[in-house]
């Protein structure tokens, strides 16, 4: 069973930068796609960021793009996205999700494993 544990979360100031992980327990992640997820308040779910389980291919949603970095440390077991400039709109509940499969995709539907979430407040 794939565990999957966000954590990171915090409230900032605009333009500060957070870095959130995605510790994997009970099942090595390193075969995995990994995807972020954020849910801002009113909005359906998005995917921010993904990685494929080498790490050589990434997604990153326009409204990140420039701004997000996701990357992965098979040896911890962890994935993380490393957020800079961080704007109001930012603002969500961001969830890690890991794949049923190695290769990246931008459909919600291929994830299966979820954490529960941590929350991002970025104030003006």
């Known amino acids: 069973q794939v565990e999957v544990t966000e954590s990171g979360g915090g409230l900032v100031q605009a333009g500060a930068s957070l870095r959130l992980s995605c510790a994997g327990s009970?099942?090595?992640?390193?075969?995995?796609?990994i995807g972020w997820f954020r849910r801002a308040p009113g909005k359906e779910r998005e995917l921010a960021a993904a990685?494929?389980?080498?790490?050589?291919?990434?997604y990153y949603s326009d409204t990140v793009k420039g701004r997000f970095t996701i990357s992965r440390d098979d040896a911890k077991n962890t994935i993380y996205l490393q957020m800079n400039n961080l704007k109001v709109e930012d603002t969500a509940v961001y969830y890690c999700?890991?794949?049923?499969?190695?290769?990246?995709?931008?459909?919600?539907?291929?994830?299966?494993?979820w954490g529960q979430g941590t929350q991002v407040t970025v104030s003006s």
């Open positions: 009970g099942h090595t992640l390193s075969r995995t796609a």
């Open positions: 999700a890991a794949s049923r499969m190695g290769y990246l995709s931008t459909t919600i539907n291929s994830y299966g494993y």
């Open positions: 990685i494929d389980w080498s790490g050589s291919n990434t």
